[in-house]
């Protein structure tokens, strides 16, 4: 059995008429500032630190809980770790993301250009190796790394990479 209906009982229009394009303006106009950003967090002390970023950590891990899949939040969490100069925490977190989807070229890209950019040599020249051996036609992948080796001087290192989809690329 459904309930009562109501009855509408005055037909006639309203003496003024709104349209959905002023309900919208209106609204957009009643929103709050886009560009509110909220206070910069100073840390006072290590303590504190160290709060902030277990708050932090269990918040990724949180997101990453409810979306494993979710390769944005994974490179956010690996940049934070490195942001913090934890080197170990943030190659874990790369790590973890591979086990995720091994063929992703955005993470091993990321991945690779995080070594590099803290002057960890061999450990971007693990990652190149690794990328390279089990993705071999990414030709970017070629690319930075005989690039990173140039910029080393290891002109004979960068000569050695020997690309199989391009063989007369990588022969300097």
């Not at 591979?98 to 070229?105: I, P």
């Not at 971007?124 to 690039?147: C, E, G, S």
Request: charged share 30%; aromatic share 10%.
């Amino acid at each position: 059995m459904m309930g009562k209906v109501e009855q509408v009982k005055n037909k006639q229009p309203a003496p003024m008429q709104i349209t959905a394009e002023q309900i919208l303006r209106e609204a957009r106009e009643r929103q709050e500032d886009d560009a509110f950003t909220p206070p910069a967090q100073k840390v006072m002390d290590p303590e504190e630190l160290a709060v902030y970023r277990l708050r932090e950590r269990k918040h990724f891990e949180d997101r990453l809980r409810m979306n494993r899949n979710a390769i944005g939040a994974w490179l956010k969490y690996a940049a934070f770790e490195e942001a913090q100069r934890d080197f170990e925490r943030a190659r874990s977190v790369y790590e973890r993301a591979l086990d995720v989807d091994h063929r992703n070229s955005t993470i091993w890209l990321k991945y690779a250009e995080m070594e590099m950019r803290n002057r960890h040599i061999n450990a971007a020249r693990n990652v190149w190796d690794r990328a390279v051996t089990l993705m071999p036609r990414v030709d970017q992948f070629w690319f930075k790394y005989i690039y990173m080796e140039e910029m080393l001087g290891n002109i004979s290192g960068a000569a050695a990479q020997r690309c199989p989809v391009h063989p007369d690329a990588s022969g300097l």
